[in-house]
Structure formats: structure tokens, C-alpha cells
């Protein structure tokens, strides 16, 4: 209420800023004249004279050339006192003011402002941690923390895989780090390191998140997640027979139950590698990823274009498939295109609207690429 | 409440100044006083808003609102009060804010202060800022609001960078700003001089006092981003041909032409049609560099297309105002009456002289910052156009500048005697010579363009000195005669010797440090001395430190000379460890006008240091030029004459005020 | 002198002035521009050694050796090939590996490019222009380079994130 009243009371002034002219007709002050300026010129071309500037001959040029000027000004502002003016314009003048001034405010005003917002300066605000607050909130208090208390292990511990989700990898590499000095060196610390300089690379296992790999496995010989991506380096370094062979093994002394299964069985057929047990469906045919692995830079963004947008198609027509939709809204991420994510998943979301299931699915799928909401 | 009270002064700001732009200039068409006046009442409540717009997010900023997306993305929590304050303009939406803030005070200023303008000249002049603001207002509400929300206030803001948070940048940004802004006023004196079809000598003399102001903070700003980016970006350069500090140099180069010609339309009432069109281009260029460095577009083709709609609004806001301006005037210039004759060898010759060689070095500068951007646009190619290029077109154009600048003031108006200036020069040309053979000899087989040069600087400051000497008649009456004309002199006089000596020392500086700068790069480990321009450079040690924030190594280094010790040096390296960012911190020795400079690089496995160590021979001097020129403009600015026809103001603050303007 | 006569003196004037101008830049275009070039786009244009030129792409990981007094190696790659640099001198505090950079220099005999500027990104949100530009013709710009932690990206999408 009491937000609507300043509001008034500035309209208030402001109209009153206008009006005020208005009222005073007449008697307005008239403003100065030229004739002033050309008198002090003369008076200059004597100061001119006496200093030596000029010489006699030119100051009296001069000085017949100011008069000249000096006549025409005071001839001039004669001519130009400002009429009476009239009144029907001064009405029209005020009722702009009256009128055009609070719709031309409200009307932007009420566009763009969000009156019903009050101020949260920070002072007034608890700090404590409420299961409401988002993500975000949670993350910059605890970075709050740790900037104060940076030996603080047990902190970087819980930070670092928020940050990796939330897809900062750079901080998480850092978080990481500062886990590993403060908190004590572990396989799964190791590889998530691995994984987090992975992802601020591109996803290239580059050869810093190889070694974080390797010192992983050094340390604990099964660790899932190293073996599966020091396969991953291999398959990037082109040497698919030695991937395949690392992925044979995880799965040979894996338990039969690891939720890794499929997508380390996944990976093997990608390489052409054989695996036990059930397939899933590869994201590519084989061939395709083999060509890509020869064509240039330009080419295969192409062909990567190309293959979206016929996932883009297919899913026009048979919006069934959410695995499809995810797919789809991840390439356009990954390919810097964020408005044709945000499209897709609308597009995404209609399609599947009509099952709960499916949405609940879709939204969490969502979710781990950081696009809920 | 703030933040909303704050959106909706904005908003009634610019609904102000729309009434600001049309009913002025209705009551100047009907010769209405009682319209022509609503333009100052509006100017000043148009003031009053915006300043209260700016305070309410300066305060938003202090009290860290985080529900403002603006305080949210530039600020911080823990920032020092100071940098939460000065944020507030580090940011694009900010900053635009500062600048229309900046815009209603010079505004309300013609409005304050204009009683001595003719009536129907303030109404059009009030209502062209009327036009500037209304289109800034538009752009900072529709594509660059800094007060919008968020519903959900989020708990930390995102920006604690280190690197930005430094008193330098702090503080240039608002001076460029004042400079840039500040040429609205001549631009808005030109445009309406063309929209009533008249331009007599009396409008030069209104228009001088706002260039000057002007003109005085953009010297005062490029100097201090000069000096900015010397201490805190640590490799000791001053200056480097960026656009970023070409944007700023162009408006500063028109607007010296421009005081320059306003002064030969004030004396004599010629170049009228040329003083309009280099106000117009003044501010044309002004605008250009706000936009060139705002929008992005210099630093990235690619940031300017992410905000399409900033984009195609600032294009739009350049082509209006430049286009729309440059098509009045060729309509309308025609008409205005020519000026006074003159000879080519007088002082008005002089002048058009130096405003050639003055456009002339700024149509340069503007070839080579935007040369490259049009050509990526057109063929895609991408080049860059550094230093080298500048120095072989823009330093050629100075030097002949630099030889004019003693004669000018040495000629008559309209008739000059350049023999007799020159035989009036005859001391400033010896001292020329002797400074020239000295330098050489000193520095006998190195560099040979360098005490030409320093000749060159000599010949201007002792130029200035002789014109003082030559009007006050020294030696040649008794002294004490001479010191009465001193007195009597007028400012204006003082400050025109000032400004030009301000240009020779500065020239000093830039020769002597690029041509004499010693350096010594290398690795070194305590107990190392390092041997820079006869100084002795002894690496004490490294000692860690912590910081509020930051963990830093300080270096310490002990100076000595022949032995002696001059002082203690702590150049420092830090480390920011939440967000891993470092930045250097330069340690500065300042010994007369020289200084010696030291930062540091990474420390190396075995715990030596890089370290970069300059000796920087009389650098100072390069911004005590632009001081001492800033300070004759405001000698300049001061001169009673330059006010006269005022009417006496009624209270003590006013003239207070006025004495400031 | 007439009044005409007095005009075209100062047009003379100007036009040499002007004529002097336009010289000194067409000179100063020709000889000291230095053109911009990534390692792919150096492969393709066989630039000889001496020719100066701008080389901009991101500083590949795990390549920069520090050597004596100062000098240092690294590769600068920009997804399709990738230059060997070599520098002497302090590097600047945003030089990372990882990380956009900007190096100005020529070729050497043996293909080494020998750089006697090397600019790193300028803040924490600024890529070099050219860099950006390049990147993005080549696919592998990440749209929320520039504002880190502003979208929660899915770059390493394809191969991570299935684990969890």
C-alpha cells in the first residue's frame, strides 16, 4: 500500500514539475540576450589592444564589425520577445502533463515492475539452510563457508559432486582437488576427478583425467567408474581392441547385478567388441561413428547436424519415445543451441503429456541435464 | 521498495523527458515563454528522478537485494563496501544508468545555469537533451533494465572477481563518462542552432564553457585508464591501441578540435557551419565509443549477436541521432549566414590548422579501430590492426600539430606576421636546439628519433612560456611592471600557455619511456640481484601470506643504488582459492618522475620466481601532460569572461556552483 | 588575396593534409597488419616461417613444459590441429591450460611457432575474440563459456553422467 502511495506522490511531483511553467504565464523570465556577449567583445577588443594582440587598425575593424552584430542582436531581440502566447496551448501542454504523464508511467511501469516485490536486502534475511531454497542457494553457502574455512575436507567433499552436476566443472576440478588434500586421497575421489576434468574438457578424456584415472585403479583395481573411462580414453585414442578388452573384464568380474552393466555392454558394441548377455540398442549404427572417426572437423559437425535432425523428425511423428527426447535436448545443449533445447523440451513435454509415466520419466531425465524447471 | 520506487523514477524520468522533447519546442515554434519554460522545469525534475533512480540501485547494490537479477549478477556478499558501490556502474546495465544519470545533471545544469541563453536557444537546446534521453531511457527500460526481479531470491550473488576489483577502474568509468556525456551539450547547442536556422559568435561563446567542461573529464579519464591500466595489468604499458581506448580517444580528439574552433566562431565569427558539424561529430563519436564498448561488438562480433534486441537498439539509437543530426545539417546549414574573412596566415589560419591535423589524426584512429570490424563483416577475413599501425599514421599527423602549436597563439586574428612569431619563438627554438644537442650527446649512438622528438617537446613548453613572457613584456619593462601584467593577464591566457606546455610534457614522457625503458626478465631466487639502470635489486625473499580472501606471496625486494639503500619493494602474486583465480599486484618505486616497476610470474619447481623488473625513465610526466592540460582548461573554464552576461546570482551556493561549472 | 582565392588556399591545404593522411594509412594497412590464424587454418594456407601472424585457439591440456629462465612450450590447438608455441617470459595470470590464448609471433625453420606476445583471456568472462569466433566455426564452443555456471551445461553429456 504503502508502495502505491510514493508512486502517487511521485506522479504527483512530476505532473507538478510540468505545470508549474504553466502557471506563471507572462511574468516568466524572458532568458538573456546576445547584445551582452557583443558588448563584452568590445570591451575585450580594448583588453585585446592594451595587451598587444591586435594593432590599432584591426581592433577598430573590429570593433566597427561587433557594432555591425551588436545593432542586428539588439534589433533582433526586439523582435523576439515571446508573444503572449496562447491559452489554448497552454490547456493542451497541462493536459499532457495530467494525463500523459501517469499512463505513459504506468503503462511502462506496469509492464516491467513487479510492485508486489518488496526488498530482501541480506541483512534481513536467515541463512539458514531450508529444504525450499534451490539448488543454487544451497551451493553458494556452502562456497560461503569454504571461503572462510578452505581446510574444511568434509566440505569439498560434499560441494564437489554438486558442482559437477550442475555442470561447473572447473570449480568441481578445483573442489575435487581441495577434497583430495584435505580429506585424504580415495579410488572413487580420484575418478570423480577424472570425470570432472573430463567434463570441463568437452567430454575428451584429456591426459590429466587419464593419469586421475590411472592413480584411481592404482589404488583400487575395480573401481567401476576409472575402468570404464580409461576404456573411454582408449576408445578416443582409437585402440578399441584395448577398450574392448578392458569392458570384457569389468563385466567378467562385475557383479551381474552392477547398475553399470548395460551401459559398459552399450560401449562394447560400439567398439565391436562381443559382450555376454543382453544389448541394448546403440545410440549410432557402427559404421557411422566409424566414418566420423575420419572425417574433418567441419564434416562431422555436419553429419552430427544431420543425424539430429532426423532424431528431430522421427520424434515429430512418434513423440513416444522420451529416451528419443532426451537425446535430442542433450545434442542441442551440446551443441551450444540452448533455445532449440528449451523448444524441444516443450516440444517434448506436449508429446508426452498424456502419460504420467512417461512425463515423470521425461522430467527426470530433465533434470540430470540440469534443465528442470 | 526501494528497487520499485527506483524502476518507477526511471520510468517517470522518461516520461518527463518526452514532454521535455515536444512542448519546448511548440512554445518556441508559437512564442510561448510559459511552454519554452516547461524544458527547465522538466530538465531539473528529470534530474531529481533519475538521481533517485541511481541512488535506489546504489543502495540496492550496499544491502545486497539479491530479488535485483542486476545485484544478483555483479555483486557479492562479501565485496568491500567500496566495490559494492562502485559494481553498481561495472556492469552493462549499471553503467547505462551512470550514463543517463550523467545526461539529467549536465541537463539540469543548462537548465540551472542558463539564464543568461536566449529563450527560444534554451528551449531547443533542452529539448534535444530531451531527444537524447528519451531514446537512452527507452534503451535501458526495454533491453537493459536494471531493476527487474527475481521472484525467488537466490542467497549469493555470482560475481566476486578479483581482477575488477580495483580503485582505478572504479573511478575512470564515471570521468570518461562525465567527458562523453558532457559533449551532449554542444551537440544539443548545434542541433538546435540548425533547427532556429541562426548561429551567430554569442552561441560559440555559450557552447565554449560545456566543451571545456566536457573536454576537461575525458583528459582527466583517458589519463587515469592510461595510468590504470600501467599499475594493475602488470607488464607496464600505457597505452595500447585498443579499441576500447580508441573509443575514448576520437570523441577526445574532435572535442580539442571543436574548443579550438568555437574559439575563432566567438573572436571572429568564422568556420560557423564547421564548429556545427564538429559538435555533431563530437558527440556522434562519443556515442560511438559508448556503444562500440558497451555493446561488445570490439570485443566480440559474437557477443553483440547473443542480445540481438541490445544490438539492433543501439544501431538504431547511432543511426537516428548520427544520421538524423548529419541530414539536418545538410539541409539546413546551407542557410547559415557565412562568417568573417580572414588571411591563411593569422591566428583563425592557425586554428583551421589544427583542427585539420586534429580530424585528420581522428578520421586515422577511427580507420584502424574499425577498419577490421568491417572488414570481418564484409569478407570474413579477421585482422588485427595493433600499435604499429598507429604510430606510423597518427604520430606523422602530431608532429607537424605539435610544431604549429607555439605559433598560434603568437598570431594576430585575422592578419598574422609569421616572422615576427617566429622571431618571437627565437627562444623556445635555441632552447629547442640546446635540449636536442644534449640529449643527443648524452645519448650518443642509440636511439636518433628520440632527442628530435625531445627537441620537439622543448620547443612547445618553452613555446607557452614565451607566449606568457611575450605578453607580459618580460625583460622588457621592469620586472615589476611586468609581474602587474602577469596578474592582469586573462585566465583564458594562462590556461591556453598550461594546456600546450601539458602537451610537450607528456611528449617528454612517451619518448623517454619507450625509447629508454630498461627491463630485466628472468627467474630469480632469494639472495639474487638483479641489475636494472644502475639500481641494485636484491630478492630478500618470499614470504606467503593470507589475506581476507586470498592467500598471496609477497616479494620482497631491497633497492639500492651505489650501495646505498634506496628502499623496500613488495611486488605480491594472489592467490583467490574458492574461485582459483590469481592476479598480480605491481609494486612501483617512484624516484622523481621515473619509476621502477616490479611483477611478479609463477614460481618454478625449485623456488625461484619469475620476475619482470622495468625501469621506466620520467613515465610519470606522460600523465602529468594530461593534468597540467586539464588543469589549464579549468583555468580556461574559470575566466570571468567566459561567464559574463550572467546575471548576478541571488544566493552564495549559486555562485558557489557556477564557480564549479 | 580575394575571397575565393583565400577558400581555395584552405581547400589546398586540407586536401594536402588529407592526401598526406590517406597515404600514411594505405602504407600502414599494407605493411603492419597482422592477420589471424588458427593451427587448422595454418596447415591449410602452408605459412612460411618469418611471415608474423596471430595465432589463437585453446592451450591443449597437459601440454605446457617450463624450461630454463623463463621459457616455456605448450601446443595451441583448435579441435583440428594443433600448433607447437614456444615463449619466453612471464605468462599473463589467466593463462591456463584448457583455456583460450592469443599469441602473436611467426613460424620458426622447424615449424615451431615463436611468440613474443602471449594474451590469455582478459577477465574471467572475456574470450579473445578471434578464439571464440574460430571455435564456434569449428563446433567447439560451449555457448556458456562465457558465463560460468550460468547454464549448467551437458558438454560431456554423451559420456558422462550415465554412471550415477
Not at chain 2, 640546446?434 to 642509440?446: H, I, N, R, S
Not at chain 2, 613515465?619 to 546575471?647: E, N, T
Not at chain 3, 588458427?38 to 605459412?47: D, G, I, N, Q
Not at chain 3, 611457432?113 to 571464440?132: I, S
Amino acid at each position: 500500500m504503502t508502495l502505491w502511495f510514493v508512486f502517487a506522490l511521485m506522479t504527483v511531483a512530476a505532473i507538478f514539475a510540468v505545470l508549474w511553467p504553466l502557471s506563471r504565464r507572462g511574468r516568466a523570465d524572458t532568458g538573456g540576450s546576445e547584445v551582452v556577449v557583443y558588448r563584452d567583445q568590445l570591451a575585450e577588443i580594448d583588453r585585446d589592444m592594451a595587451s598587444g594582440i591586435i594593432g590599432a587598425a584591426e581592433a577598430d575593424a573590429a570593433r566597427i564589425e561587433i557594432s555591425r552584430r551588436l545593432l542586428a542582436a539588439a534589433d533582433q531581440s526586439g523582435r523576439d520577445t515571446p508573444g503572449q502566447g496562447s491559452l489554448t496551448l497552454r490547456r493542451g501542454a497541462a493536459v499532457v502533463a495530467l494525463v500523459g504523464l501517469p499512463v505513459i508511467a504506468s503503462s511502462f511501469y506496469l509492464a516491467l515492475g513487479s510492485p508486489r516485490l518488496g526488498d530482501f536486502p541480506l541483512a534481513e534475511r536467515s541463512r539458514v539452510a531450508d529444504a525450499n531454497q534451490p539448488l543454487a542457494n544451497l551451493v553458494a553457502q556452502v562456497e560461503a563457508h569454504l571461503e572462510k574455512n578452505p581446510t574444511d575436507g568434509r566440505g569439498w567433499t560434499v560441494l564437489a559432486p554438486v558442482l559437477s552436476r550442475l555442470g561447473r566443472y572447473d570449480d568441481a576440478v578445483r573442489a575435487y582437488r581441495n577434497a583430495i588434500t584435505y580429506a585424504g586421497d580415495s579410488a572413487d575421489r580420484r575418478a570423480d576427478l577424472g570425470e570432472a576434468l573430463m567434463g570441463s574438457a568437452g567430454g575428451v578424456v584429456t591426459a590429466d583425467a587419464k593419469a586421475e584415472f590411472e592413480r584411481s585403479v592404482a589404488l583400487n583395481g575395480d573401481d567401476a567408474k576409472a575402468n570404464y573411462f580409461l576404456g573411454l580414453a582408449a576408445e578416443q585414442d582409437g585402440r578399441k581392441t584395448d577398450a574392448a578388452a578392458l569392458w570384457q573384464k569389468m563385466l567378467a568380474k562385475g557383479p551381474s547385478d552392477a547398475p553399470w552393466r548395460p551401459l559398459v555392454q552399450a560401449a562394447l558394441v560400439r567398439v565391436g567388441g562381443s559382450a555376454p548377455g543382453g544389448v541394448s540398442a546403440p545410440a549410432l549404427p557402427d559404421g557411422a561413428v566409424a566414418a566420423a572417426q575420419d572425417m574433418s572437423e567441419a564434416d562431422r559437425g555436419s553429419m552430427i547436424k544431420g543425424m539430429v535432425d532426423r532424431l528431430a523428425s522421427r520424434l515429430k511423428t512418434n513423440g513416444d519415445d522420451v529416451e528419443g527426447w532426451l537425446r535430442l535436448v542433450r545434442a542441442y545443449l551440446v551443441m551450444g543451441e540452448r533455445d532449440k533445447a528449451m523448444s524441444a523440451r516443450a516440444d517434448a513435454r506436449q508429446a508426452v503429456a498424456n502419460d504420467a509415466d512417461r512425463l515423470r520419466q521425461l522430467n527426470e531425465g530433465l533434470k540430470n541435464l540440469g534443465l528442470d524447471g | 521498495m526501494i528497487a520499485e520506487s527506483g524502476h518507477y523514477a526511471l520510468v517517470l524520468a522518461l516520461a518527463l523527458a518526452l514532454i521535455q522533447s515536444i512542448v519546448p519546442i511548440v512554445g518556441a515554434r508559437w512564442r510561448d515563454a510559459a511552454l519554452m519554460n516547461v524544458a527547465r522545469s522538466t530538465a531539473l525534475a528529470q534530474l531529481l528522478f533519475v538521481a533517485a533512480s541511481f541512488a535506489a540501485l546504489v543502495t540496492l547494490h550496499v544491502t545486497s537485494d539479491f530479488s535485483v537479477a542486476n545485484v544478483y549478477e555483479n555483486s557479492h556478499s562479501l565485496k568491500p563496501l567500496l566495490y559494492k558501490i562502485t559494481g553498481v556502474w561495472g556492469n552493462h546495465e549499471g553503467s547505462m544508468l551512470l550514463w543517463v544519470s550523467i545526461l539529467a545533471l549536465f541537463g539540469g545544469l543548462v537548465a540551472a545555469f542558463g539564464n543568461n541563453l536566449p529563450l527560444s536557444l534554451r528551449a531547443h537546446v533542452l529539448a534535444v537533451q530531451g531527444w537524447v534521453a528519451s531514446a537512452f531511457y527507452l534503451f535501458i527500460l526495454i533491453t537493459s533494465n536494471p531493476f527487474l526481479r527475481i521472484a525467488n531470491p537466490p542467497l549469493e550473488g555470482r560475481d566476486l572477481n578479483p581482477v575488477l576489483q580495483d580503485i582505478g577502474l572504479a573511478v575512470h568509468p564515471p570521468m570518461l563518462y562525465l567527458g562523453y556525456v558532457g559533449f551532449s551539450i554542444s551537440f544539443s547547442f548545434a542541433v538546435a542552432a540548425l533547427l532556429e536556422g541562426r548561429i551567430d559568435a554569442a552561441w560559440a561563446r555559450w557552447v565554449r564553457p560545456w566543451t571545456l567542461m566536457a573536454w576537461i573529464f575525458l583528459t582527466l579519464g583517458i589519463a587515469m585508464g592510461s595510468y590504470w591500466a600501467y599499475y594493475e595489468l602488470g607488464w607496464g604499458g600505457w597505452w595500447f591501441w585498443d579499441p576500447v581506448e580508441n573509443a575514448s580517444l576520437m570523441p577526445w580528439l574532435a572535442g580539442t578540435a571543436l574548443l579550438h574552433s568555437a574559439l575563432v566562431m566567438e573572436k571572429r565569427n568564422a568556420l560557423k557551419v564547421w564548429t556545427v558539424l564538429l559538435s555533431i561529430l563530437t558527440f556522434s563519436l562519443s556515442l560511438l565509443g559508448t556503444f562500440l564498448v558497451r555493446s561488445g561488438v570490439l570485443t566480440s562480433v559474437h557477443a553483440f549477436a547473443t542480445d540481438p534486441t541490445r544490438g539492433v537498439f543501439i544501431l538504431l539509437i547511432l543511426f537516428v541521432f548520427i544520421g538524423g543530426s548529419l541530414s539536418l545539417y545538410a539541409w539546413r546549414a546551407p542557410a547559415l549566414k557565412q562568417g568573417g574573412l580572414f588571411a591563411p596566415i593569422s591566428r583563425e589560419g592557425a586554428l583551421v590548422l589544427n583542427n585539420l591535423l586534429l580530424t585528420t589524426a581522428c578520421a586515422t584512429v577511427f580507420i584502424g579501430t574499425l577498419y577490421p570490424l568491417a572488414l570481418e563483416v564484409l569478407t570474413g577475413e579477421k585482422i588485427s590492426v595493433g600499435a604499429p599501425f598507429f604510430n606510423f599514421t597518427f604520430a606523422p599527423l602530431f608532429v607537424p600539430l605539435l610544431l604549429a602549436v607555439p605559433f598560434g597563439p603568437l598570431l594576430a586574428w585575422k592578419r598574422g606576421d609569421l616572422l615576427g612569431a617566429a622571431q618571437r619563438l627565437m627562444v623556445a627554438g635555441v632552447a629547442a636546439l640546446v635540449a636536442m644537442a644534449l640529449v643527443f650527446a648524452w645519448t650518443y649512438g642509440g636511439a636518433t628519433l628520440a632527442p628530435l622528438a625531445i627537441g620537439l617537446a622543448a620547443f612547445v613548453i618553452m613555446g607557452a612560456l614565451c607566449d606568457l613572457a611575450e605578453r607580459i613584456a618580460l625583460f622588457r619593462i621592469p620586472l615589476s611592471l611586468s609581474l602587474r601584467r602577469a596578474r592582469g593577464l586573462p585566465r583564458a591566457t594562462w590556461g591556453t600557455a598550461f594546456a600546450h606546455a601539458g602537451l610537450g610534457v607528456a611528449l617528454i614522457g612517451i619518448v623517454c619511456e619507450t625509447t629508454w625503458n630498461s627491463e630485466y626478465i628472468g627467474s630469480m631466487k632469494p639472495d639474487d640481484v638483479a641489475r636494472v639502470a644502475g639500481y641494485q635489486l636484491r630478492l630478500d625473499g618470499l614470504n606467503p601470506r593470507q589475506g581476507p580472501n586470498f592467500r598471496e606471496m609477497v616479494a620482497q625486494f631491497t633497492v639500492s643504488r651505489d650501495g646505498e639503500k634506496v628502499s623496500v619493494m613488495t611486488p605480491s602474486k594472489r592467490n583467490f582459492t574458492t574461485r582459483g583465480a590469481s592476479t598480480t599486484e605491481a609494486a612501483l618505486l617512484t624516484r622523481g618522475a621515473s619509476q621502477l616497476y616490479i611483477s611478479l610470474g609463477d614460481t618454478s619447481a625449485d623456488g625461484a620466481i619469475a620476475v619482470r623488473i622495468y625501469h621506466k625513465p620520467l613515465v610519470l610526466m606522460i600523465w602529468w601532460g594530461p593534468v597540467l592540460m586539464a588543469f589549464g582548461g579549468l583555468l580556461s573554464l574559470s575566466d570571468r569572461r567566459l561567464r559574463v552576461g550572467a546575471p548576478k546570482p541571488a544566493k552564495a551556493a549559486a555562485r558557489a556552483l557556477q564557480a564549479a561549472e | 588575396m580575394t575571397r575565393k582565392q583565400r577558400r581555395l588556399t584552405l581547400i589546398g591545404c586540407a586536401l594536402v593534409v588529407l592526401a598526406v593522411a590517406a597515404g600514411l594509412v594505405l602504407n600502414a594497412l599494407r605493411d603492419s597488419i597482422v592477420f589471424f590464424s588458427t593451427p587448422s587454418m595454418v596447415a591449410e594456407k602452408h605459412l612460411g616461417p618469418g611471415k608474423r601472424f596471430r595465432l589463437g585457439g585453446l592451450v591443449e591440456q597437459g601440454s605446457l613444459k617450463r624450461g630454463d629462465n623463463l621459457a616455456v612450450t605448450f601446443t595451441v590447438g583448435d579441435g583440428g590441429a594443433t600448433l607447437p608455441v614456444a615463449y619466453k617470459g612471464i605468462l599473463p595470470d589467466l593463462f591456463r591450460e584448457g583455456q583460450g590464448v592469443v599469441a602473436e609471433g611467426a613460424l620458426d625453420a622447424s615449424g615451431v611457432f615463436r611468440a613474443d606476445t602471449v594474451l590469455a583471456k582478459h577477465d574471467e568472462t572475456y574470450m579473445p575474440k578471434d578464439v571464440a569466433d574460430a571455435l564456434k566455426k569449428q563446433g567447439h564452443w560451449k555457448d556458456d563459456y562465457g558465463k560460468p555456471g550460468n547454464m549448467p551445461s551437458a558438454s560431456a553429456a554423451p559420456t558422462q553422467g550415465a554412471m550415477r
